[in-house]
């Protein structure tokens, strides 16, 4: 069965330090990953996509296979990016229709 | 635009009663899907409507139904409510059915059902 597993619910970071948020998926096709994110008060939104291989508010996520991870990074944390992140996995004949995560706290502190 | 609108946003249910949740897709979308999600854990997806009929489905009982409307709005509808069914419900909306790039999803406010 496909699953998407965020080992830690809760990361606290220092401003400047940098970030890496994990995210390990189970699936024996082809997949599509994203990261959304929910901040304080606000909706779920998309942070990014594999496909797009874009850099978002200075993070970037690479796709692995051959770990099946998709870990979200970032050099150098700022306090506006604690949030709740979730990894999520979607089938490409299948849109809409996304396994989410657990879901990850990020915690930057002054 | 207000983006994807859900009514209500908060709502107090005893078991066994129904329920009925409503979302407005985004503006130019055509696809709605519903997530359920419990405290603490990520969303989980219900079923997904467009052209006006259930496309896709999670796991989730006959209890959970749904409608879309010629306008592309739709309802989800929960028969005889349990403790269980207390969560947010999540409608998002996207383009395009089941096409890739529908897993672009755009997010309501969410409806936090309670079940006492």
């Known amino acids: 069965a496909q699953r998407v597993t965020q080992p830690e619910k809760l990361l606290s970071v220092f401003k400047g330090a940098p970030v890496e948020l994990k995210c390990n998926y189970s699936?024996?096709?082809?997949?599509?990953l994203f990261w959304y994110v929910q901040y304080s008060r606000q909706r779920l939104q998309l942070l990014l996509r594999?496909?797009s291989r874009e850099s978002i508010k200075g993070f970037t996520a690479d796709l692995n296979k051959g770990e099946t991870s998709f870990h979200l990074k970032k050099p150098f944390a700022q306090e506006e990016d604690s949030a709740m992140y979730y990894c999520a996995l979607g089938k490409s004949n299948q849109g809409g229709k996304l396994i989410f995560g657990q879901g990850t706290e990020l915690s930057v502190k002054p | 635009d207000a983006g994807v609108t859900q009514s209500p946003t908060h709502l107090i249910k005893t078991r066994g009663q129904q329920v009925t949740l409503r979302c407005s897709p985004k503006?130019?979308?055509?696809?709605v899907s519903w997530y359920q999600q419990a405290l603490g854990q990520g969303p989980q997806f219900i079923f997904q409507y467009y052209e006006e009929e259930e496309r896709q489905r999670g796991n989730f009982p006959d209890r959970f139904s749904g409608h879309q409307f010629p306008n592309y709005s739709s309802e989800l509808n929960v028969n005889a409510l349990l403790l269980g069914d207390s969560a947010l419900y999540l409608c998002?909306?996207?383009?395009?059915?089941?096409?890739?790039?529908?897993?672009?999803?755009?997010f309501g406010a969410g409806s936090r059902l309670t079940v006492l």
């Open positions: 594999h496909i």
């Open positions: 998002a909306s996207s383009l395009g059915g089941r096409i890739s790039g529908a897993n672009v999803l755009t």
């Open positions: 503006s130019g979308h055509d696809t």
């Open positions: 699936y024996s096709g082809s997949p599509e």
